[in-house]
């Protein structure tokens, strides 16, 4: 027979995880909660960053040196929203690229060195 849930609030032990990119740290301890759970606390979050600024990207302008300004305003949180790779990651991206196209290189030469004997042979 299976057990029927118990109607009284019973203690379980929750174990609460976050993911980093760091090492791994000890585990939060557990703590005993209540099944019976709330409404999970709403995160404020911040008005300034989220409210729309007057000058921003979307407004539309009749005069050209705004919109170029908006432009280049708008370039400018993009690129400080990128994760530039380093050193390291960007020379041996630009290896892995060389190395790929030298491979491909030769392999497009011996195609062309294979169909050229091909044609000498059936024109003769």
């Known amino acids: 027979m ?3 849930p118990s109607t009284t609030s019973e203690k379980t032990n929750i ?8 090492a791994p740290k000890k585990a939060v301890k557990s703590s005993p909660v209540a099944t019976k759970t709330t409404k999970p606390a709403v995160k404020k979050t911040n008005k ?5 600024v007057a000058r921003d990207i ?9 919109a170029l300004g908006n432009y280049f305003r ?5 690129l400080k929203q990128v994760r530039w ?7 041996s991206m630009t290896l892995a690229v060389l190395l790929f196209s030298a491979v491909f290189v030769v392999f497009i030469l011996l195609l062309d060195m294979g169909f050229t004997k091909l044609f000498e042979l059936m024109l003769g």
């Open 2 to 4: 299976a057990k029927k």
């Open 15 to 22: 174990r609460r995880i976050t993911a980093t990119d760091d």
């Open 58 to 66: 979307n407004v539309a302008t009749k005069n050209p040196f705004v």
């Open 74 to 78: 708008g370039a400018w949180r993009e």
């Open 85 to 91: 790779p380093t050193r390291g990651a960007t020379w």
């Open 48 to 52: 300034k960053k989220l409210a729309p």
